[in-house]
Every structure is written in structure tokens, then in C-alpha cells.
């Protein structure tokens, strides 16, 4: 099997939830997303810390724990909400990627930035504080962004009940 393969695999894989229906899920969903927010914060902030090369090269590994930490969080809502069976690789990716469009880019530009202000920094303070500047401001973006997941997963299962589909 090819890399190509794994991968799609890898990131179209649903996850499941032990999660049941219930009857007022918000607060269920607030908890939930805060605990996913700091997972992914943490996460993000950890693997972007080193600066330069090696903080470039762990961009994939940081998108793929992040995708791993929201898909669940979709998945979770699926299940509070009853709607686990609406919840396909199609639905699961609209979810995840509606809100992270700029994802990608943003990691490698915090990175590479860190990298290059590293270099050209006159400062010493200043080059000893960008990487962790650089690991904060990536994971207050991955937190942010997982904030946005869960409102697009809330907003499209929520819907699924009012028939309202089609609109998101």
C-alpha cells in the first residue's frame, strides 16, 4: 500500500463514540470542546516549538494529532445528538475543514517566520522569546480553530433534526 493510500485512509477514518443521546446537549458540547480546545493547544504548541528545520518538519505530525483531536470531537457531537449514522467521511471532512481552510499554511508561516526572525534578530532576548511566542501563538490558533470546529459539527448535526441541511 502506498503513502498516498495510508494517508487518505489515515484522515478519513471516522472515529467512534461511546457517547449516548441526549436530550440538551449544548452544555455536554461546550465541555467537550473546551477539553479538545486544550488538547489541541497543547499539542500544537508542544510540536512547534522548535524553531527552524525541524519545526517545519513537524507540521504534519502536529495537523494529523489536531485532525485526530477534532474528528473525535465531531464525532462526540454526532453521538450526543443522536445523529452517529449521518456522520460519513464527507460530513466528517465538511466539519474539519470548513473551519481550517488556512491551517496548513499558517503552521508552516508561523514556523518558517520563527526560523527567519531567528536569523535576522539583532536581540538576543528577542531570538530566545520567539519560540515560544511562535509555540503560544500556534496554539492559541489550534485551540481557536477547534473552537470553530465544533460550532460547524454543532450547526450540522443540530440541523439534521430540523431538516434544515441543506442550508449549512
Known amino acids: 500500500m ?7 485512509d489515515y484522515f478519513s477514518e471516522i472515529p ?17 470542546t473546551e477539553t479538545a480546545a486544550l488538547k489541541a493547544a497543547v499539542v500544537s504548541a508542544t510540536l512547534s516549538a522548535p524553531g527552524g528545520v525541524v519545526g517545519v518538519l513537524s507540521t504534519l505530525p502536529d495537523l494529523a494529532a489536531i485532525w485526530r483531536i477534532q474528528a473525535q470531537l465531531v464525532a462526540d457531537i454526532a453521538a450526543v445528538y443522536g445523529k452517529l449514522g449521518y ?3 464527507q460530513s466528517l471532512v465538511w466539519c474539519l475543514c470548513k473551519q481550517s481552510v488556512f491551517q496548513v499554511s499558517r503552521d508552516v508561516a508561523v514556523r518558517a517566520g520563527t526560523h527567519f526572525l531567528l536569523k535576522k534578530s539583532p536581540l538576543k532576548a528577542l531570538t530566545r522569546a520567539l519560540p515560544v511566542i511562535g509555540a503560544l501563538s500556534s496554539g492559541a490558533y489550534a485551540a481557536y480553530d477547534t473552537y470553530g470546529v465544533a460550532k460547524v459539527a454543532k450547526a ?7 431538516g434544515e441541511i441543506s442550508q449549512i
Open 2 to 8: 502506498d503513502l498516498h493510500f495510508k494517508l487518505k
Open 156 to 162: 450540522y448535526f443540530s440541523s439534521i433534526e430540523s
Open 87 to 89: 456522520l460519513t467521511k
Open 16 to 32: 467512534n463514540s461511546g457517547l449516548s443521546p441526549l436530550d440538551n446537549p449544548d452544555e455536554k458540547i461546550k465541555q467537550m
